[in-house]
Each structure stands twice: as C-alpha cells, then as structure tokens.
C-alpha cells in the first residue's frame, strides 16, 4: 500500500450511525483489535483493556444511559434558546424542528443498541504511567480504521460518560471498578455493516487554515 | 491569611489544568465538586423546594453563600438559583478573566447531589453559570429530570425571567465558536 492508497482509506471513512442488524463475524472483531494492541503508547505501558459487548440487554442498557446523557443536555440547552441558535444553519424550519427533536429527545446517541457489537475502550490507570487518555484514544483511532478499511462502519461515542456521574453508572453496567485510581472509560466505540450512506466527504477545513510554519500564526511555508 | 482567596487560587490552578486536558468538556465532568461538604450535613427534605431551602440554610450558616433564591418551572425540569455573596466568587472572576466560561459552581453541584440522594432524580444537568460581578452574584439554571420520560419535555425557561436580557449576553457552552465568529 502506497501513501495515497492509505491516505484514501482516512479521507472515505465517516462516522456511521445506522447498522444493519447482521453479525460482524469474530475474525473481524479480533483484527479491529488487534489494529487497537498496535497504537502508540506511551513507555510501551499499553494500559488499554477492551470490553467487547455483543449481549443485545447490555447494549439496550448502554443506549439507554447514552440517549440519557445526550437528552439531559441538549432539552435544556433548548429550553435555554441554545441549541435553536446551534442549528439555525438549517433552512426549511421543519427539517431544523425535526433534527432539534432527535437531539434533544437524546435520540441522536442511542443507536448502539442497532449496532452488533459495540467495545468499550478503558484505561488501567494502575499500569499506565502518565498517557493514560491519549493512550485510549490512540487506540480507538486504529480500531475505527481498521474497521473502515474491513467495509464496517463504526462511530467514536462519548455520550454515556460524559459526565462523572454517567461514567459511574455506564463502569457498573460492566462491572469495572469505580475506584479514583482503577479505570478510565474513554468512551466506546460502536460497529457494524453501514445501513446508511452519510453524505461525503463532510467539509473540511482547508489546511492554509490549521497549519503554521516554525511559528504559531506563520501561514507562510519558508 | 485570607482563606477563602487561597482557597479560590488553588481551585483556579486546578481548574486550568482541567480546561488544558478537557477543554469544554470540563464543564461536564465536575459534578461532584463540593458534594462531600453537604453530604456531611443533614440535608433534610421531600420536595425540590425543600431540598434547595435545606442545603441553602447550610451553606448560608457556613459562610459559603449570604443567599441563595430559587425558582421552579418548566413542568418541574428547571431550577434557577440566584446566588449572592459565594465564597467562590473570586474563582469564577479569575476564570471569567482568563476568556473561560465559568465551569465549576460547588454551590449547585451540592444542591444537585442532594436531589439525587434524597429524591432519588433520574439525571440532572447544570445548563448555565452565569457569573455577574457588578452585583455578586451567580445565576445558576438546572435541569431537573425526575422520570427518564421528563428527558426531551422543552419548554421555554426563560419567557418570564427578568434576568432574560442580561443572561442573552452571557457566553454559551455550545455556541463558543459561533460566539468567537461573532467577534471577529
């Protein structure tokens, strides 16, 4: 594989939201991990552990807690006159009130109870030395290109540990310990066979935009 | 030795690294800061109202708070408190300074922990701390969700609120880049 051909496999994926209900086989499951055993990390420490969660109570309980922690935010940040002004790119007013409903409702973060198999991605902050996070995310990057690159789709989720409180509840719904110093949850990361075609690429910002030369703010390529 | 401005510099120091890892995300993962203070007092109480009366006599008799006034409605979703004289004012200014939306308010974090342990709330969120030096005070706006069901009821909090004009110009949690855009 040549950089161009890598670099195809970045800039097709997206995130995916809508599965179809078909299994995504165990060999595929064990390469999306075994794509996440090759991240980066810090000292080689490799503090990640993997949870992989196929059982359909255990997703419905996640999806529960994630459209929960969505929905808790967004219906106030409505009510607040918030997240009208977010969405007010949206032109034809009933597409915008439908789209404003599906993420207030926390409809918008529920959807791993579709997904086949979803991997909660966690961090051993006994083994970890000082990288812990960046550890974690590392590693559900390989996992979410490795998924693409096989024809799964899959999608980062944050929302049901987002906040302290959640993060307890979504580690009790596993079994991981809730001590100060046991466990990090990232987030978890939801896979299947795309049911959907997302428009794309979304637009991106160009690089003349992002990017400096020796000096924050050089635009300028010596 | 001034106590409470050591006490606000160390939680400032904190709180910067805690925006340096996080960024926004912070404002969502601080919600037991401060709970242990109230959690070791008796904070009696059946009803919202109760429990905000409860934990507001406590925090007034300890110095943290010289008053607190609460109001109730969106069908029971929101609570607004008025918070006067806080210990930790001197923190949000500092971080209201540094270009930071205040993140961190023990006082409702404390409120919102009593609500859950004693009534049990299904979730709850803190939408807006809205700091006003020119008449020390905070506005505090929370959302209250009793049942799973009460998650995606929408009303309009602010239709009557006579801080509506005021708090408009208060900076968001969710629109930082469009405010930034606005700016420019």
Request: with cysteine.
């Amino acid at each position: 594989m040549n950089g161009q051909e890598f670099l195809d496999i970045l800039t097709s994926r997206k995130s995916i939201r809508r599965y179809k209900p078909d299994p995504v086989p165990d060999e595929m499951i064990d390469m999306i991990l075994e794509a996440a055993r090759w991240a980066p990390t810090g000292e080689n420490y490799q503090p990640w552990r993997f949870i992989v969660i196929r059982d359909q109570e255990t997703r419905n309980k996640i999806g529960d807690l994630s459209k929960q922690g969505s929905g808790s935010r967004m219906t106030s940040w409505y009510c607040l006159n918030e997240l009208q002004q977010r969405f007010e790119g949206i032109e034809d007013p009933e597409k915008r009130a439908g789209v404003l409903e599906f993420m207030y409702s926390g409809r918008v973060s529920e959807f791993c109870k579709q997904a086949p198999v979803i991997f909660a991605v966690i961090g051993d902050l006994q083994i970890g030395s000082v990288d812990v996070p960046y550890d974690l995310c590392a590693a559900m990057e390989n996992m979410i290109l490795q998924a693409h690159a096989m024809g799964l789709g899959s999608c980062w989720v944050y929302g049901p540990v987002a906040s302290t409180r959640d993060a307890i509840r979504f580690k009790k719904i596993l079994g991981i310990p809730t001590g100060f110093g046991d466990f990090k949850v990232l987030s978890y990361l939801a896979v299947g066979w795309p049911k959907e075609q997302r428009k794309h690429p979304r637009p991106k910002l160009p690089l003349e935009e992002m990017v400096y030369w020796e000096k924050f703010g050089n635009k300028e390529r010596p | 030795m001034d106590k409470t401005k050591y006490c606000n510099e160390v939680l400032a120091r904190v709180e910067e690294l805690m925006y340096q890892e996080l960024s926004g995300m912070a404002y969502w993962k601080c919600e037991f800061v401060g709970v242990d203070f109230i959690r070791s007092h008796k904070i009696q109480g059946s009803t919202v109202p109760e429990i905000v009366e409860s934990c507001a006599a406590v925090m007034k008799a300890e110095g943290i708070v010289s008053d607190v006034a609460y109001k109730t409605g969106g069908d029971g979703v929101m609570l607004k408190m008025t918070v006067q004289g806080c210990m930790h004012h001197g923190k949000e200014a500092h971080v209201k300074a540094e270009g930071v939306r205040p993140y961190i308010c023990p006082i409702a974090n404390m409120v919102l922990d009593q609500i859950h342990e004693k009534l049990k709330y299904t979730t709850s969120y803190l939408t807006k701390i809205a700091i006003d030096e020119e008449r020390n005070r905070c506005l505090l706006y929370m959302a209250l969700y009793e049942t799973p069901d009460m998650i995606g009821h929408v009303t309009d909090w602010l239709k009557d609120d006579e801080d509506r004009k005021w708090l408009e110009s208060q900076g968001s949690q969710i629109l930082a880049a469009a405010d930034r855009k606005k700016k420019e």
